[in-house]
């Protein structure tokens, strides 16, 4: 039995992680895709947007919410037991995708697959950091550093050191 591929997607709000994720699905060529969406709040933006796709790869069931904030800060509550669901299923996924919340730094999520119950089922392909190049080119990492600002701000499960300074 071979690892599942699990591929994670991270970049500050606004970025275009969604965006990407949405030409994935419709790329996916028939290729089973689950999506696991960290949204921030309880409010479920990223993942209404894929589910109201209208494409034919982009059935409800594949699409995964975890709402509890910064999924790094959540490892153990929500994305263990999200990613044992994927893998039981009857007909698991043939690749993962992660979107982190804007807010998420992507190693406590890789450290994630050294649990036991999912290090031999799935292995990291890879990690992608999407930028908005024109704040950068202006001298941001985001285009509203005021609204990640205030997502920080709310998130009461976040207990990282912001690295961006």
């Not at 034919?56 to 699409?63: F, L, R, S, T």
């Not at 994630?112 to 292995?123: E, N, Q």
């Amino acid at each position: 039995m071979s690892k599942i591929p699990v591929t994670i997607i991270t970049g500050f709000l606004g970025a275009g992680k969604t965006t990407l994720l949405r030409h994935l699905i419709e790329k996916s060529n028939g290729r089973r895709i689950a999506i696991v969406v960290n949204e921030f709040g309880s409010l479920g933006i990223d993942g209404g947007t894929l589910r109201g796709c209208s494409l034919p790869n982009c059935p409800e069931e594949d699409i995964v919410e975890l709402t509890n904030g910064c999924l790094c800060c959540t490892v153990a509550d929500d994305f263990i037991p999200t990613m044992e669901a994927l893998l039981d299923r009857p007909s698991p996924p043939e690749h993962i995708v992660i979107e982190t919340s804007g807010l998420a730094l992507p190693k406590p999520l890789l450290k994630a697959f050294g649990w036991p119950s999912v290090r031999t089922r799935m292995t990291v392909d890879g990690v992608i950091t999407v930028v908005d190049a024109p704040a950068v080119a202006d001298g941001r990492f985001a285009d509203d550093p005021e609204a990640v600002a205030r997502q920080r701000e709310a998130d009461d499960s976040r207990d990282h050191d912001n690295p961006i300074e």
